[in-house]
């Protein structure tokens, strides 16, 4: 056989392979192809979805909301309440929010009355821009989650723009980042945060760390609002950010976990 020949032999061997291996690729199970995050290049700002739902935790999102604002990154956030959101809030925060406009937003939030950062959406507006993935944006965060609108959106069947939107940012395979907000959980409950772990959105639970010796209820929520920040790609203040031990290795002995 001449030289010629047992080249293209060698080249089409090596094809052949090529493509069983793509194919093998693509017939992967579903739970360990993660989608790969698409990030849009605004320069300097960035634009958010917030969605708040009726779980405990409102103070979570008013947190979350206010270093989003003061990040100094961020230009835009469409902000969606459900009513049971409001309710909570008036609750745990004595805020009353019902029928609540932009101005009365800023104002829970401390920002000016006039700013034109908070884009407030109806709930049932499935027209708004966060329903479009033609819409860019860098993400969605809903905080706190309830159990309902957690399940909603594992399922596919959506009912509102907080689920068509978290619907949208997973298909646009952007930053989706979920805080429920619950105890005990069940097996439903863990499904649905296994399911859409593996469809590409980021579940942080409600369960802020000590570590950084918190004085205030603030200190202890702000612990988990920067791990929110973290995975949304935001700069936040790193005072509760861990640093590592400075003792020795053998006065670390017996304080590890198991």
């Not at 459900?82 to 920002?111: F, H, M, P, Q, Y």
């Not at 959106?153 to 978290?166: C, E, M, P, V």
């Not at 619907?167 to 619950?182: A, C, G, H, Q, S």
Request: proline share 5%; net charge neutral.
């Amino acid at each position: 056989m001449c030289a010629r020949c047992l080249l293209l032999s060698a080249f089409c061997l090596l094809l052949s392979a090529f493509c069983l291996l793509l194919s093998a690729f693509c017939c992967l199970p579903f739970a360990v192809c993660y989608p790969l995050l698409v990030r849009f290049n605004h320069g300097t700002t960035m634009e958010f979805t917030v969605a708040i739902t009726g779980a405990s935790g409102s103070i979570y999102a008013q947190r979350t909301l206010r270093h989003l604002a003061a990040s100094g990154v961020v230009e835009r956030i469409n902000l969606i309440m459900s009513e049971a959101a409001r309710t909570v809030a008036k609750v745990e925060l004595g805020v009353d929010l019902t029928g609540a406009d932009a101005g009365t937003i800023n104002r829970w939030l401390g920002l000016s009355g006039d700013s034109r950062l908070i884009h407030l959406h109806r709930l049932d507006n499935v027209a708004a821009r966060p329903a479009s993935g033609s819409h860019p944006q860098e993400g969605m965060v809903i905080v706190p989650c309830s159990m309902g609108t957690l399940g909603a959106i594992a399922s596919g069947a959506g009912t509102n723009l907080i689920h068509r939107a978290a619907d949208v940012t997973l298909k646009e395979n952007r930053r989706l980042v979920i805080v429920p907000r619950e105890t005990p959980y069940n097996a439903i409950h863990l499904e649905n945060m296994l399911r859409l772990s593996h469809a590409g959105a980021h579940i942080i639970p409600a369960s802020p760390g000590f570590y950084h010796r918190p004085q205030t209820i603030e200190d202890l929520v702000d612990h988990l609002v920067f791990r929110i920040l973290d995975h949304l790609g935001v700069p936040h203040s790193r005072s509760t950010q861990w640093r590592g031990l400075q003792e020795q290795p053998g006065e670390l002995k017996g304080a590890r976990e198991d």
